[in-house]
């Protein structure tokens, strides 16, 4: 299998959306993620991929995110607890 590997992130108003480097995009509810949720436009275009592109970070909001598990449709442990 190969490794999941991001090349773009985009929002819309419900959604979160990563284009991975093999041209598929996968898109996951934006409210899967409280934190992302609650950020500003401006807070979640501030990302960078790290490990390798497998993973994305929003440094100012101290969070991470797999893109195997967005693949996987696993959602934030806060929005299981919610």
Known sequence: MNTL?????????SYLNVEL???RI????LKWYPELS?????????YCFICRN???EWEEL?????????MAG??????QAA
């Open 74 to 79: 696993k959602v934030s442990a806060k929005h």
């Open 38 to 46: 609650k950020a500003t436009l401006k807070q979640l275009k501030n």
């Open 21 to 23: 480097s093999d041209g």
């Open 5 to 13: 590997k991001g090349k773009k992130v985009s929002f819309d108003d």
């Open 26 to 29: 996968i898109s996951t509810p």
């Open 54 to 56: 497998t993973g994305i």
């Open 62 to 70: 101290d969070y991470q995110l797999s893109i195997e598990s967005m």
